[in-house]
C-alpha cells in the first residue's frame, strides 16, 4: 500500500498478511479451457502437418506443400517416394540429409525446420517453402542480365565457402538445386550426396558443428556416381583424380558459372560414358564453343580456373572465386587470366571515365590551340586557296545531300507497305526535319495515319489531289471508315477485317502490303486470343496462300510472348504475318518451303517441317533458342552453325 505522504516522499510498505492472500489465489486460479482457444487447440492436435500438394519429385523423395498446423505457417514437407521408405539405408540417408542440413546455418542455405516420424513411422523434415523459381529457369528463360546472374552466383560463392569452412561439401551443385524468392532470396538446397571432407576427425564435432562424420560418412553409397552429368567433376566420375572434397564443389562452382555465361552446360553429351569421355578429355573453352557470344575473357579466365581437369590447378579456395568475380564486377583484372598493360591500361579507362575524359579533353583543346597557332603562320594566299577549294567541296556535299535526301523521299513513299510500321515512322521523323514540306513526306504521314486508323487526322493532312491515283482509294476508305470508330478510337474487329479485304479486292499496286499493315496495327493493339486468331486468319489469306479452314491457335500473353500454331495447316506462306511479334511458331506439317520470313521474328522456339531444307536465313535470328525439326530432316546444312550460336536443336 502507500503512504500517506508527499508526493516528493511517497515509499512502498507491504502487508505480509496481504502478501499470503494474493499467493494463495495465484495458487488456486485455473482458468478454463475454453478461456484459453490457442491452448486448447494445439493441445488437441494430432499430427502438427497438413499435407496439400506435391511441389516437386526427385528420384528418392517428394516435396509436399504442407501447412504447420501449430505455428499457422505454409512449409516444405520432404518424404521418401513409396518405392523407397522401406528401404533401411534410404531411411539412413534421407535422416542423414536432414541432420546435415539443419546443421548449416547461413542465409543462403536452406533451413530445415524439423525432422522426425509421421503416425506411419515413415521419416519427414520440413524446411522453408519457398515461392520462386530455380536458377536453371532463370538462365533458360532468359529472364536476368549478367550483372544480376553474378550476384545471385556470389551469394551460391558464399553458402559454398560456409559448407567448406565447417569441413561439408555439396557434390550435387547444379542451377536446379539453387532456389530463388521473389525478394532476392538465393538458397542452396539437395544436400542428399554431401559428405564430410575430413572423414579423420574423431570428435563428435566438425569445426563446431555437433555431427558424428563417421557415422555420416559411412551411410554414403560407394563406387557409384552420384550427382548431376554437366556438373559432375572428373573425380566424381574416375578415382585416379583424387577423392571428392573442397575441390569438387569448385568444379561444379565453374560449371555454374559456364552457364551463366552461355546459357548452355559445357558438356551436353546424351549418356554418362560419353559425359565421362568428353569430361577427361578437358573442358573446351566457352568463347570456342560460342564464338558468337562475345564473351568476356576475364569470366571466361575464373570459369576455366574453377573447371581445371587437375584438382590442383583449381582454385585452392571458393573465396578466391568470390573475390575474382567481384574484382570484374568493380573493373579490375581476376586472378585467373594473364594479365597484359594494355588490358589493365584498358580497365584503368574504364573505372575511370570521368578523369579520362577530361584528361582527353584537356589535351584535344592544347592540340587544337597549337594547330590554331600553326595555320595562323601560313601565308594568305594559301589560306585564300583552301578556303575556295572548301567552298567547292561544301556546295558539292550540299547538292548530293540534296539528290539523296529526295531519293530517300521518294523511295519511302513507295515502299512503305515493304516495311515495319515503326521502321517507317523512325525514316519518317528523320526525314521530315530536312525537308518537312516536301509532297513525299506528306504522302508518308497519310499513309501511316490511315493504318493507325486516324482517319480523321488523315484527311486533314493532306487533300485528296495530293495523291497519286492509284493512292486515292486510300482517301475514299477512310473517309468511310472515319465515322464507324468505336468511342475508344478503334475500329471493331469484323470492320477492321472489312478494310483489309476492300484494300485487298482492289487490285491497286502495294494495297495488300497497306491491308497487311493495317492487320499487323489492330493485332499489336487487341489482347484477346479470338481476335487475334481472326486477325491472323485474314493477314495469311492476304496473299492468297490458304486453302480450306485454318482453324489458327494463338496464345497472346502481354508484349513479350506470342506462340501461333501452324502445324498442318494448308499453307504455303507466312509472309502476311512477318511484321507480328511471334516469339513461338510452329509450322511442322505444312507446305511452307522458306524461313525467310520467320528470320525477321522475334523467335524463340520455331518448329519446322521436312520440306524446310535452307536454315542460312536463321542465322539472322538473334533471339532463337530452341528450333525443332523432323527426324526425315537432321541432314541439312547449317545446323551445325545454330547449334555454335547457342540454338538448342531437337530432332523429333
Known sequence: ML??????????????????????????????????????????LDFRYDIEDVVSQGGEKDIFRAKDVQTNRYIALAKLRKNCVKSRSKREEFLREARLTAALQHPNIMPVYDLGFDENHEPFFTMRLMKGTSLDDLIENKEAELPELLTIFIKICDAISYAHSKGIVHLDLKPENILLGKF??????????????????????????DIDSALLNSITATGVVKGTPGYLAPEQMDTKFGRKNEKTDIFSLGAILFKIL???????AQTLNN???????????????????????????????????????????????????????????????SGNTFKQSLLFIKRNKVVVTIAALILSSVITVMQQRIESLESAAKLLA???????EVESRKSYFSLTMKKNLISLSNSVTLKHLSDTKEMYEFLKKENPDSDAIKIVNFKILFIEQQFSKALNSISREGLKEEEQLYYQLAEKYKDRLS????????EVINLMNELKESGITG??????????????????????????????NLYGVATGNLNITVDKRGDSYLRVELNNRRITSIKGIQFLPITDLNIRRTNIKGVKVASAMPLRKLVIGKKVTDLRPLGGCKTLKT?????SGTNRPYLDELRDMGVEVIVE
Open 511 to 540: 494495297s495488300a502490303g497497306i491491308a497487311r499493315l493495317v492487320g499487323t496495327f489492330a493485332f499489336i493493339r487487341t489482347n484477346r486470343n479470338n481476335v487475334a486468331e481472326m486477325l491472323i486468319t485474314e493477314l495469311i
Open 275 to 337: 559425359y565421362k569421355k568428353q569430361l577427361l578429355e578437358g573442358v573446351i573453352p566457352p568463347s570456342k564453343q560460342f564464338p558468337k557470344l562475345h564473351l568476356d575473357k576475364s569470366l571466361e579466365a575464373v570459369c576455366m580456373k574453377a573447371m581445371a581437369l587437375n584438382p590442383n590447378s583449381r582454385y585452392s579456395d571458393v573465396r578466391q572465386i568470390i573475390a575474382d568475380i567481384q574484382a570484374f564486377q568493380n573493373g579490375y583484372m581476376t586472378t585467373a587470366e
Open 262 to 268: 552461355t546459357g548452355k552446360k559445357a558438356i551436353r
Open 184 to 209: 532476392g532470396e538465393v538458397l542452396v538446397a539437395d544436400w542428399g550426396i554431401s559428405k564430410i571432407a575430413n572423414e579423420r576427425v574423431k570428435t563428435n564435432t566438425v569445426r563446431g558443428i
Open 3 to 44: 503512504e500517506n505522504s508527499s508526493p516528493d516522499t511517497q515509499k512502498f510498505s507491504f502487508d505480509p498478511e496481504q502478501l499470503r492472500k494474493i499467493y494463495k489465489m495465484s495458487e488456486t486460479f485455473n482458468p478454463q479451457e475454453e478461456d484459453l482457444p490457442l491452448h486448447s487447440e494445439i493441445v488437441s
Open 487 to 494: 468511342p475508344s478510337g478503334k475500329l471493331p474487329i469484323k
Open 627 to 631: 528450333l525443332v525439326i523432323e527426324s
Open 386 to 392: 583552301q578556303k575556295e577549294k572548301f567552298s567547292e
